[in-house]
């Protein structure tokens, strides 16, 4: 049987524009492998007999002029609908004390860095940020420091985008407009809690600021 994979990412989209938030893969949440399958998948999705169609749509959605990607919730994939961008973007300019706070010092050297480049591609990171260039990424990342972007370099290789999320609105085209992020990440909670199995303590700042 054919698979129409138009109307498979029609109805992965619809989702996204229904939630606001929709994870690349997860057995509880609501996401693209979910979707596509039908099923709770564990583990990788990549040898699912549906595999293809997964990587098809998610690459569509990555495309696509109103879908936003960072690590937002349980630290995966997230794809965010243009209607919630100005919240997470409130959340990661804040730098407030739960981004912060045990920040370790090879992070805080790499945001200097990026905040004064705007943008650095990962694979020429030096060993001036930590033996492990990659942990550091993902430490920032994991406090919504920074927008980090996949691609594929010139000779092959994967690589990040690292970009201050000044750098991203801009590049994208995004008009940014103040909001307090006490107040958005309110907001982001309980739109995740309005989620199917949604999950406040999901969020990148919950163990961090305990209720």
Do not use: C
Request: net charge positive; aromatic share 8%.
């Amino acid at each position: 049987m054919t698979v129409d994979k138009r109307k498979i990412f029609e109805d992965v989209f619809r989702r996204l524009s229904s939630d606001g938030l929709l994870l690349l893969a997860d057995s509880s949440l609501p996401s693209v492998t979910t979707i596509v399958t039908k099923q709770k998948i564990k583990g990788s999705w990549w040898s699912h007999p549906d595999g293809q169609t997964i990587f098809a749509v998610s690459e569509r959605l990555e495309d696509h002029p109103d879908v936003l990607i960072t690590k937002l919730i349980s630290q995966k994939i997230t794809f965010v609908h243009r209607e919630l961008w100005q919240t997470v973007y409130s959340i990661g300019v804040a730098h407030d004390d739960w981004q912060m706070q045990r920040l370790s010092t090879e992070a805080k050297k790499l945001l200097k860095r990026l905040e004064k480049a705007g943008f650095l591609e990962s694979n020429r990171l030096d060993i001036s940020v930590g033996a492990k260039p990659g942990d550091v990424v993902r430490e920032l990342e994991a406090r919504l420091l920074l927008h980090a972007e996949q691609v594929h370099t010139s000779s092959g290789a994967h690589a990040k985008i690292l970009e201050t999320w000044e750098a991203w609105a801009k590049r994208v085209g995004f008009k940014v407009r103040a909001k307090d992020s006490a107040a958005a990440r309110l907001y982001l909670e309980q739109r995740v809690m309005s989620i199917e199995n949604g999950n406040r303590d999901t969020l990148p700042w919950s163990k961090y600021l305990k209720k």
